[in-house]
């Protein structure tokens, strides 16, 4: 893996710009640690170090094979890896269970500031539930949603979700019964998982590796229903025309800048800084801008249109603007480092949930109760420290337009204007067709380890000119945004043939609704949105009469980072799909555990993962799998024409 030795590891020409200015300030980012932590150490990279019990730490080596315990590599490895997939589970479910909360609250009269904003989602929700809504109202519909949520977070007796089943192809329920490992509950499944990982419980690497699949479904669910209820409470996104990069913060404004992942707080904040442009303008600004880091940043653009700021390896950054007067954040993927950073400059930092506090941060506790007074307060905050700007404000004069709000929804609706009867068939038979060679999903973070964003962008432009269909979320959207590859010029620029035309008939049948075109890469929202790109993957499956293994759609993360991503990876794997990580988990350590993850996989789920550090190879394996995929079904496609047989097996 190539390790620039310098601290400008990144291809966002702002970042540079802002890492360039502050060479000798001595303020220390992400950056400059990554550095300073060199050598990382071989054991925790390779996943055979264990800390699961206070004998150890245990680690593998030559001369000591097994831990104090016993535990062989493959055990630590395995183990490891569970441990990884549950804190990821547990983020997601918190995210998805306090937006059940929510929908609670509001069925309940409780969240005054909230309402149903969009009832077709809610129709639509209840319809895959299985909710008949007749005679009924919204509230009483979402009610039986909520109570369905929450017994899929809760259940103790062993039954099957509820959820999951619903939104995936009968062959992957089926697949998933006959391997044991659908989740009865979310927290009975992080429980369980969490009880087999203690010292002295499973030594065998097959039997943690499929709990760890089991714990990446319970993962999945609880993000499907973190989008569903979110889009019901806040709107399903729709295109929506915006712009990204740090040029978007303006020095004449008060900045609030908005970080996290959760849009209960956010949505919030952006509604209460419209209201307060006159408390901004009587502090001597012209207006409140705000602007997102991460993936509440992604929420606020796909459903608010406001601007992106950056994404997560360089949010300490956005305060080094001296311009950001607020940063507030809520929960996930908050480097502790932004406040040391704030305390340089005249920046406020404002925590708001009781799991995520940072020492020196002003934490105000924010109430879905009294939801728009502490928005308010939030606002409040950021304009009266705009008028303690202390030092120069330098902001990079870079930022780019972004088309951005494709939800499944909105691509249905593109895809309607040119066959509004089977919609998703306009894409899966420009597939069929060989105008498009498949679908791939970019998602993921920034990791320290690679050159922030580099890798993103050299992948997606190579498949880009292969004419792969891409849809994008998390922070890997964020750096399409910033460098430009979310509008038509992108695909003017950058696509193949095949995709130039594909997206050129949508344009043309669209061309009505549309304000602008299309751009190169749909932007499809946060992190937790990968439950609508995979609900794509479902559409094609049904469309296609098979099961999900059989599509072609491949994902990437590139720069995977969290154990977020490590949750994520693991169900577009277990839910078919070839999954490319740009970055090498720890688990190389055992070539057991490893093969499993790269062969075996494939052999009992369909997906599989792809280890590769090189964007060019990365590109190239990609479209390989995507191309074995596609072949396949065009032969599957003639022996029907010829033969007028039945496609073969719909099953994997
Ligand atoms: Ni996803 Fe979003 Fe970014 Fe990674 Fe963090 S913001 S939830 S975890 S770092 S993509
Ligand atoms: Fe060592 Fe076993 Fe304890 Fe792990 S569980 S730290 S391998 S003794």
């Known amino acids: 893996m190539a390790k620039k030795k310098d601290r400008n590891r990144s291809v966002d020409p702002a ?42 730490p245990c680690r593998i080596t030559k001369r000591a094979d097994k831990g104090i315990c016993g535990a062989t ?4 490895v395995a183990r490891n890896l569970v441990r990884y997939e549950l804190g990821g589970c547990t983020a997601h479910a918190d995210h998805g269970l306090h937006s059940t909360l929510l929908a609670r609250e509001v069925v309940e009269g409780r969240a005054p500031d909230y309402e149903i904003k969009d009832s077709k989602k809610l129709y639509a929700v209840a319809e895959r539930m299985d909710v008949s809504t007749e005679g009924k109202d919204d509230k009483a519909i979402l009610k039986e949603l909520v109570d369905i949520a929450m017994e899929d977070f809760s259940r103790l007796d062993g039954k099957d979700l509820h959820w999951l089943p619903r939104v995936i192809v009968p062959e992957r329920t089926e697949k998933f019964q006959d391997c044991n490992i659908l989740p009865s509950s979310i927290h009975r499944t992080i429980a369980d998982a969490m009880a087999q990982t203690h010292v002295g419980m499973d030594a065998d690497p097959v039997n943690l590796v499929f709990r760890s699949l089991e714990v990446s479904l319970a993962d999945y669910t609880g993000e499907h229903i973190a989008t569903s209820l ?23 404004y008060v900045n609030l800048a908005v970080h996290g992942h959760n849009p209960i707080l956010s949505e919030m904040i952006v509604q209460a800084a419209r209201e307060m442009k006159s408390e901004a303008e009587a502090a001597g600004a012209k207006g409140i801008k705000c602007a997102g880091i991460c993936c509440t940043g992604n929420e606020l653009l796909m459903r608010q249109g406001v601007p992106i700021l950056t994404n997560y390896a360089s949010q300490e950054l956005a305060i080094m603007t001296g311009a950001v007067d607020a940063m507030v954040v809520d929960i996930q993927c908050i480097m502790p480092g932004i406040q040391p950073v704030s305390e340089c400059f005249h920046t406020r930092v404002i925590t708001t949930s009781p ?40 902001i990079p004069q870079v930022k780019h337009k ?43 973070c920034n990791n320290l380890k690679r050159i922030h964003d580099e890798m993103h962008i050299e992948i997606a432009k190579e498949l ?28 003017e620029e950058i696509a193949g043939e095949g995709l130039k035309a594909f997206l050129g008939r949508l344009n043309e049948a669209n061309k009505d609704n549309l304000v602008e075109k299309l751009p190169l890469v749909f932007h499809m929202g946060s992190c937790v949105d990968n439950s609508r790109a995979y609900d794509l993957m479902t559409y094609m499956a049904e469309e296609m009469g098979m099961d999900t293994p059989k599509v072609p759609y491949a994902a990437s993360a590139p720069e995977a980072m969290s154990e977020k991503a490590v949750a994520i990876g693991s169900w577009l794997v277990t839910l078919g799909l070839p999954t490319h990580v740009g970055v090498v988990p720890p688990i190389p350590g055992s070539p057991l ?3 499993i993850a790269l062969q075996i996989a494939q052999d ?29 079904l065009r032969m599957h496609q003639k022996a029907k024409e010829t033969y007028e047989t039945e496609t073969i097996s719909a099953t994997w």
């Open 15 to 56: 970042v540079l710009e802002i890492l360039a200015r502050t060479e000798d300030s001595g303020i220390e980012t992400a950056y400059d640690r990554y550095l300073k932590m060199q050598p990382q150490c071989n054991y925790g990279e390779q996943g055979i170090c264990c800390r699961i019990c206070i004998q150890g």
């Open 73 to 76: 590599a493959y055990t630590i």
């Open 230 to 252: 979110s889009d019901v409470l806040f709107g399903t996104p729709k295109p929506v025309v915006s712009e990204a990069n740090m040029g978007v913060l303006d020095e004449d």
């Open 355 to 394: 799991s995520v506090k940072i020492p020196g941060a002003y934490h105000l506790d924010f109430d879905e109760e009294k939801a728009m007074e502490k928005a308010r307060e939030v606002v409040e905050i950021a304009i009266s420290a705009y008028k303690e700007r202390n030092k120069e404000v330098v």
């Open 402 to 444: 972004v088309v951005a709000g494709f939800s499944t929804e909105a691509l249905l609706d593109l895809f309607a204007a040119v066959n509004p009867d089977r919609p998703i068939s306009v894409l899966t038979d420009a597939i069929l067709s060989g105008e498009l060679r498949g679908v791939c999903l970019l998602c993921g």
């Open 464 to 491: 880009a000119r292969n004419d792969v269909l891409l849809v994008a979320t998390g922070c890997a959207a964020q750096a399409y945004a910033k460098s430009g590859m979310l509008n038509w010029d992108a695909v």
């Open 593 to 595: 555990v490893d093969g």
């Open 604 to 632: 009992v789920y369909g997906g599989y993962f792809i280890w590769e550090t090189d964007p060019q190879k990365s590109a190239e394996k990609i479209l390989a799998a995507l191309d074995e995929r596609t072949w396949k």
